[in-house]
Nanobody
Framework: VQVVESGGGLVQPGGSLRLSCVVS????????MGWYRQAPEKQREWVAR???????SYADSVKGRFTISKDNAENTVSLQMNSLKFEDAAVYFC????????WGQGTQVTVSS
């Protein structure tokens, strides 16, 4: 199994980014998939998840601003991030709810004015 995240970049506060995660080597259809992030000198934290049935849940810090989606046909998971804040800056990762897959390299999100 391989996980490849992309879509990060530099954005101003209030801006938007859309992250994508492509999984190869297995189907994600039966998995609850999630996005996680890790800021410098902090532990990795959960951000959002989408169940195999499409039910979504979010960390309080991103609720109302981020939207997670899953495309089983394309084996991809996306994260639409709006109204970005300085504190959203981190490396973002994709994995299952129980972190079954090897961690990818992540994609860097930088929020700066």
């Amino acid at each position: 199994v391989q996980v490849v995240e992309s879509g990060g970049g530099l954005v101003q506060p209030g801006g938007s980014l859309r992250l994508s995660c492509v999984v190869s080597g297995t189907s994600i259809t039966s998995y609850t998939m999630g996005w996680y992030r890790q800021a410098p000198e902090k532990q990795r934290e959960w951000v959002a998840r989408v169940s195999e049935r499409g039910t979504t849940s979010y960390a309080d810090s991103v609720k109302g601003r981020f939207t997670i989606s899953k495309d089983n046909a394309e084996n991809t998971v996306s994260l639409q991030m709006n109204s970005l804040k300085f504190e959203d800056a981190a490396v973002y990762f994709c994995n299952t709810r129980f972190e079954n897959f090897p961690w990818g390299q992540g994609t860097q999100v930088t929020v700066s004015s």
